[in-house]
Structures are given as structure tokens and as C-alpha cells.
């Protein structure tokens, strides 16, 4: 187990959402979308050009940007 | 239950079936109108059952009631001031935790709501079941499952609501606890919320507390407009309690809320309301076919193909009705020409009406064709896969993924057109994008450009003409991504909206939703730009044909014809050309004489450092009728009568003779006409789109950037050739 930044997961990687560390609307945004401390995530993939990323989140699909996905601290399970 | 119909709102998340419902329970009685100053469409609509007239209102998509978009505050505002007699509330089945998100803010505004829980069948499949009695237990509301595509469940689902509606128990806003040191501050926040009874008549103690937590703009707005002094004191205990909570735990409260709420849902759900039969990872249909179409090699392949057929679609198969439409009015002017007597009238029916009038229609056949072709990509969801794909290549521009669609339908393939393409960005939720989009997207070049392209390009550039068209229509793209970059970084600066957004699963869109969804949009265009662009027409044909010949040259004229009518008598053929040369020379010397060919003149001094006269001014003027009058109006100006966009090469080849114009006139010309004031049809639809504030913005912006490129192209083409 070890925390990293959500940019840096790899396609397919699963984890645990430790925490959300920014406000306004962009915060509330990544939590009304159910990303929250405590929510399983997966990889699913990344566009193109590499962002945005999409993410499996509670049996649907989001995404978000890089820039987003660097206020979102993960608990990464380590096999992947 | 009495004869007074009961209202009824609809309210659920984006992508949710809410729409799907309230086609079926309304079908075609329903109208489609917008909140008054923004693009948020309001839906409303009626039916009966058992007996009830009920009137309902589909609220747009939202995840939350915080004041994000414009549609939540839209959504709020008419759960709080409407106060509909039943909230029915959309769930997607197979997608419950975050769909129950917005639930939990209906029952602390304490709403009289039930739940439509829809896409039971789509649930089944994925092997996820769910206790809706328990659930409606725990919840303390009623549920009703229902397949909203299929209309099953709707029956009871609408006659549940009635005797919600019906029940004179009031709902109690319900309490979810917020932890310790949010609830302590929330208690502190209600007393001082009672005390003064501050908004009550609007929302509950209880919410207004929370909405202040959660730093809620539109409610701090509220509150400082309605009583300051309450407002500012709620402001205190906010930030003393912010202030404790990130020294203590470095969390902001509205973090801590949602935290909770989604504490909330799980709770209960936990308590066996949702059992999974699969590993929710599963890869479903869905998530295959996405494997293909987001493909990292495979998936732009297939966007360019789709997106190209798209294209075909709307501008190859509208065709035939776009020439019916052609026809129509055609056939119109005709009757007119031969009924009425020549003279004004019978000029400003024919030029100034049934032109203007056929402009709007003649688009008609067009914006249907985009909008279904549109409407599908947005139904079976491929559209937000073109947003996630194209992201990183628009966000570089200040613009969204989502600004693909308009950008290809305006002209990014040569040949589009601006007016469906500034309708295609209601596809894009983002404020800010969205007008950047919208005043960028008729710099591509559209339809209408392109015979005058082809037109300047063959005859001044004989060889390689394909080569200087694929030329102009990369440098189109070029600048429409570059003003769209600089107007984010001037007049619409600003942070990029998050692109935080759902991936739909892959749908088959109804047959049903389709067609409800193209005609309300194509009516909405036949009604907004239809009055302005009759009344706009009608000017522009008056500035051309005012303040007409004086007496003594038009006396003139008529005995030049007379006198040949009399030396050419036996000659029908050659008295019919000489005549046709007089009624030419006359419309030129009209045209001169009129308004717009005072303006031409006017400007001709300043219009010089581009290397246009006069003559070439006014064919700009009335290239704001329609770009594609440019040549038309550049035929009368040389006397060459009426020039059809189609069969323009002997204006061609006599501007290639005129002293006036050579290479580099021509490429200034090109430059000018790509960029210049969009036409009015496409300011007319800016205006509806956004306000006339914008509209003129888009007008001016783009002359004077089009002017200075075309003095920049001039000057150093002159100077070295």
C-alpha cells in the first residue's frame, strides 16, 4: 500500500480515495461526483494525448483532466 | 382531489432517463421554452390520469443543488419558488450511490419528493439488485422502479405521486449528521436562522445553514440582499468554523458535507438494499466498446470517420429538401415577378422578403439534418467520448472537448455552415467555452465562402487550386483556435470549467426522443431568427436600391432604350442583348448611387491599404446578406447583370482584366472575406445564443481583425511583388 497523486496511476491500477485537497468549485465538482475519501477507483484509460483520464467510480465511468486528478491523493493497491 | 392540475416537477441526474420519462408521459404536449437571459432550456408539458390534469416541468440534469451551473441554480430556484406539488425525482437503478446524491438534497430542502427509480432492466443485467422497499423505508419516501424507454411502472409511478401530492402531511426536512464540529456550528447557524426567520420562506433553517457551509454563492448573494446583518453574522460562525476545521483537520466544510452525504448513501444501502452478483469492475458491453472507440491509435481514426459522415449526413442528404426549399421560393419570386408591376414593391417582395424569408427557411432542411445527426451522437452517448478525446488539444485553446462538434459543422471540413454550427454549442455546459466556441466558429469557412474562394482562387491562381483551398482551410482552423485563445485570455479570461464529467454507458437512442429532440430545436430556430432577419433583410435591400437614380439618369436610360427599341425593331435577338446592357448598366449606376454604394465610397480611402475600391466594399456589405452575394453584388457592381454563384468564371476573368485587382488584391480579398463580420443569419443566432452585446462584439471583432490581416497581406505582398 502507498498514497500517490492520481495523475501518476497507471491504466488498470486500482485504489482507495484517501483525499480531496481542494475547494470551491472544482472541489465540489470531483466530490458531488462521488469522489470522495473512502471511494474505490480503477484506471480505465487515457485519451490520446494522454488526458483527460477516465476512471471507473461506483460502476460508472468519469473523467477528468490531469491537472484535476493532482488534488486527489490515492491509496494505490500495489499489485494493481 | 380537486380540478386544479397538480404541478409537478422532474428532477434527477444528467443521463438518468429523465428526459426518456417525460417524452413518455407527455409525448407531443409539450413546450419548449428558456429561462429568461440564458440557454437552459425549460420544458414543460401536461397529462392526465386518473382523472387529474397534472402539469409538469422537466428541470435540466443537475448532480448537486449548489450553485455550480447555471442549471442547478435554474433547478433550485424553481423547486423553491414554484413550489410544485410533487417532486419526482429520476434515479438511475444502475447507478445508485451517486445518483442518491441529489436524493439526500431534496429531503433536507424537505420537498415533497418520490423517487422514480428507472433502468431496473439495465440493473438486472449487471446483476445488481435492489430492495426498493427497504430502501423506500429507509429513505422515508416512496419509490416506484420503472424502465422509463419501455413506460413501464409509469402508470403507478404518476399515481404514487398524485397521493404525494395529495397529502396534506407536510415533509419533514431530514437530518444527515455532518460530524461533530459542522453539526455543533450548523446548530448555531439554525438559532440565528430562526431567531430572524432569514429566507424561511423560501428554503428551511436547516438547508440554509448547510448551503452556507458549503460556501454556496447564489446563497450568500441571497442572504446579504434579503437581511445583511443575519447575513453577515452566518458569515462569521461560517468562517470561525472553516477556520477551526482546516488548522484542526485541514479539510474545508463543504468537503466534510460531502463526505457525509456519501456516508449517508452508503449506510444505507449497506443495510441490504444493494447487493452486487458480479464484481463491479466488470467490463460491460459498454466499457468494450469503448475499448475500440477511445482507443488510443484506433479511437481518433474512427472520430474522424464518424465525424465525417456526420458531415456527409447533414450537408450531402439535405441536399434535395435545401433545393425544394430553393425551389419553393423560387418559384415564389416568380409569381411575383409576373403579377405584380415593376417598381419598389415588387423589388423589395421579391429582394428584400422572399429572399430573407427563404434565407431563414432555405437553412431549415440544414439545422434538421444537424441536429438529428447531432441528437444521435448525444443520445447513444459517443458525443461525450468526442470531448474526452479532443480535451487536450482544445483545452490547450481555452476551449472544451465538446467545441469539436461545432467547430466541424461551421466549416472545419470546407463547406459547413456558421448558423446550425452556433446552435451546436448548447452541446457545451461550460460558460465561458461555450462563447468562446460560439464567436470563434464563423471564421471556418462555411458554405457560402466557398464559391467566393473558388471563384477568387481560380482566377487568380490557375494551378493548384485544391493545394491554396486545403491552404485556406487549415488557416481558418489556425485562426479560429488562435482567437479563440486570445478572447480566454482577454475578454472571457477566466478558469477552465472542470472537465469533471460522465462517460454515459453506450445507448441506442429512441426513434421517439430523436424526433422530439430535432424539431423542438429546428422550431426554435424557425421562431427566434425568422422575425429579426425579415426586418434585417428588408434594410439591407433598402440600402442597396436607396435613394435610387435622380430623374434626369433615369430618363436617360429609358431613352437609350427607346432609341435602340427603334433602330434594332426587325433584330429581336440583338435589340434583347442591347436592352439586357442598358437594364445592366442602369443597376450598376443604381447600385453606385444607393446607400451601400455611398458607404463603399465612403470607406474606399481607409479600404485602400487592403487594396479595395469601392466596388469591392460594396460586395463586402452585401456579403452580410449571405457571403455568397459577394459575388453576386461584385456582377452588378461590373455590370455583368445576375451572376449565379455556380457559374461565376466570366467574373472571374473579367476581375482578372480590372486594373484594380491582382495576386495579392485577391489574397487580401480571401483573407478579408474568410474573417470578416459573420453574416446576419449567423450574428442573428449569436444574439439568440448569448445577447446583441456579443453579437455586436463578433461583428466588429472580426472586421477589424479581418481588415488588419488584409492590410498586413497587402501591403508586404505589394511590396515584394
Aim: proline share 4%.
Amino acid at each position: 500500500m502507498s498514497e500517490i497523486n492520481l495523475r501518476k496511476m497507471k491504466e488498470k491500477q486500482t485504489g482507495t480515495i484517501k483525499s480531496v485537497k481542494i475547494g470551491g468549485v472544482l472541489g465540489r465538482r470531483i466530490r458531488e461526483m462521488g469522489l470522495v475519501p473512502g471511494t474505490d477507483i480503477t484506471i480505465q484509460g487515457r485519451a490520446p494525448l494522454y488526458d483527460p483520464v477516465a476512471l471507473r467510480v461506483m460502476g460508472g465511468t468519469l473523467t477528468l483532466r490531469n491537472n484535476e486528478a493532482d488534488h486527489i491523493i490515492v491509496e494505490v493497491n500495489v499489485e494493481g | 382531489m380537486g380540478n386544479k392540475p397538480i404541478t409537478m416537477a422532474l428532477a434527477g441526474n444528467p443521463n438518468a432517463g429523465k428526459t426518456t420519462l417525460f417524452n413518455h408521459l407527455t409525448g407531443a404536449r409539450q413546450h419548449v421554452g428558456n429561462y429568461p437571459g440564458i440557454t437552459v432550456d425549460h420544458k414543460e408539458g401536461s397529462f392526465h390520469q386518473d382523472g387529474q390534469q397534472i402539469s409538469i416541468t422537466d428541470l435540466p440534469g443537475t448532480y448537486s443543488l449548489t450553485a455550480y451551473s447555471v442549471e442547478e441554480v435554474v433547478s433550485r430556484d424553481f423547486l423553491t419558488t414554484a413550489k410544485p406539488d410533487v417532486v419526482v425525482n429520476i434515479v438511475d437503478a444502475s447507478n445508485l450511490e451517486r445518483n442518491l446524491y441529489l436524493s439526500t438534497q431534496f429531503l433536507e430542502m424537505g420537498l415533497p419528493v418520490i423517487i422514480a427509480l428507472n433502468m431496473m432492466d439495465v440493473a438486472k443485467d449487471r446483476g445488481i439488485e435492489i430492495r426498493v422497499e427497504k430502501l423506500s423505508e429507509l429513505l422515508e419516501i416512496p419509490i416506484v422502479p420503472i424502465i422509463a424507454r419501455s413506460g413501464k411502472g409509469t402508470k403507478e409511478l404518476i399515481s404514487q405521486a398524485l397521493e404525494v401530492a395529495a397529502s396534506s402531511k407536510t415533509m419533514e426536512p431530514r437530518d444527515i449528521s455532518y460530524g461533530e464540529d459542522l453539526d455543533e456550528s450548523l446548530m448555531e447557524l439554525i438559532a440565528t436562522i430562526e431567531q430572524t426567520s432569514f429566507l424561511s420562506s423560501a428554503y428551511p433553517a436547516r438547508f440554509t445553514a448547510i448551503k452556507y457551509l458549503e460556501h454556496d454563492d447564489e446563497m450568500l448573494r441571497k442572504g446579504q440582499a434579503a437581511a445583511p446583518e443575519t447575513a453577515r453574522k452566518l458569515e462569521e460562525i461560517v468562517s470561525k468554523t472553516s477556520d477551526h476545521l482546516q488548522a484542526t483537520m485541514d479539510v474545508y466544510p463543504e468537503a466534510i458535507i460531502a463526505d457525509h452525504r456519501y456516508g449517508f448513501i452508503k449506510a444505507i444501502l449497506r443495510q441490504g438494499v444493494l447487493t452486487h452478483k458480479f464484481d463491479t469492475d466488470r467490463l460491460y458491453t459498454s466499457d468494450k466498446i469503448d475499448k475500440v472507440l477511445t482507443n488510443r491509435l484506433l479511437g481518433p481514426v474512427i472520430m474522424l470517420a464518424i465525424l465525417f459522415g456526420l458531415y456527409q449526413f447533414t450537408f450531402s442528404w439535405s441536399e434535395l429538401p435545401v433545393s425544394w426549399m430553393e425551389a419553393l421560393f423560387g418559384w415564389l419570386g416568380g409569381v411575383v415577378e409576373n403579377t405584380l408591376p415593376d417598381g419598389l414593391l415588387k423589388s423589395m417582395i421579391i429582394s428584400g422578403v422572399i429572399d430573407g424569408v427563404g434565407g431563414v427557411l432555405g437553412f431549415v432542411p440544414l439545422i434538421m439534418f444537424m441536429f438529428f445527426g447531432i441528437a444521435v451522437l448525444e443520445d447513444s452517448g459517443y458525443l461525450a467520448r468526442v470531448a474526452f478525446m479532443m480535451d487536450r488539444v482544445f483545452h490547450f485553446f481555452g476551449l472544451h472537448g465538446s467545441s469539436v462538434m461545432p467547430f466541424i459543422v461551421s466549416g472545419g471540413i470546407a463547406g459547413g455552415c456558421a448558423v446550425p454550427g452556433v446552435m451546436a454549442t448548447r452541446t457545451l455546459r461550460s460558460p465561458k467555452e461555450r462563447m468562446a466556441t460560439l464567436l470563434t466558429v464563423p471564421f471556418m469557412n462555411c458554405g457560402a465562402k466557398v464559391p467566393v474562394l473558388v471563384l477568387l482562387i481560380g482566377a487568380f491562381f490557375t494551378e493548384h487550386k485544391a493545394l491554396y483551398m486545403f491552404l485556406f482551410t487549415m488557416l481558418a482552423w489556425l485562426v479560429a483556435l488562435v482567437a479563440a485563445k486570445f478572447l480566454r485570455m482577454t475578454v472571457l479570461r477566466g478558469e477552465a470549467t472542470p472537465f469533471v464529467m460522465e462517460l454515459p454507458p453506450y445507448r441506442f437512442p429512441t426513434f421517439r426522443g430523436l424526433v422530439i429532440h430535432t424539431w423542438e430545436r429546428t422550431w426554435q430556430y424557425i421562431k427566434k431568427a425568422g422575425t429579426v432577419i425579415l426586418g434585417i433583410s428588408i434594410l439591407l435591400w433598402a440600402s442597396m436600391t436607396f435613394p435610387g437614380l435622380p430623374q434626369s439618369e433615369q430618363d436617360l436610360y429609358e431613352s437609350q432604350r427607346l432609341e435602340i427599341t427603334e433602330t434594332l425593331a426587325k433584330q429581336t435577338e440583338k435589340l434583347q442583348d442591347a436592352l439586357t446592357g442598358i437594364n445592366q448598366e442602369e443597376s450598376a449606376a443604381t447600385l453606385r448611387n444607393s446607400i451601400a454604394g455611398k458607404v463603399g465610397l465612403f470607406f474606399e480611402p481607409v479600404s485602400s491599404y487592403a487594396g479595395f475600391d469601392w466596388r469591392t466594399n460594396i460586395a463586402m456589405l452585401g456579403g452580410f446578406a449571405a457571403k455568397e452575394v459577394i459575388i453576386s453584388t461584385l456582377g452588378t457592381v461590373y455590370s455583368m447583370g445576375v451572376i449565379e454563384a455556380d457559374k461565376a468564371s466570366s467574373l472571374g476573368d473579367r476581375l482578372v482584366k480590372d486594373p484594380h485587382w491582382n495576386a495579392v488584391v485577391a489574397v487580401s480579398a480571401l483573407i478579408f472575406i474568410m474573417f470578416y463580420a459573420p453574416c446576419f443569419v449567423t450574428v442573428v443566432c449569436i444574439a439568440k445564443e448569448s445577447s446583441w452585446k456579443w453579437a455586436l462584439f463578433s461583428m466588429t471583432f472580426n472586421t477589424i481583425f479581418a481588415f488588419i490581416a488584409s492590410v498586413l497581406v497587402f501591403q508586404l505582398g505589394s511590396m515584394f511583388s
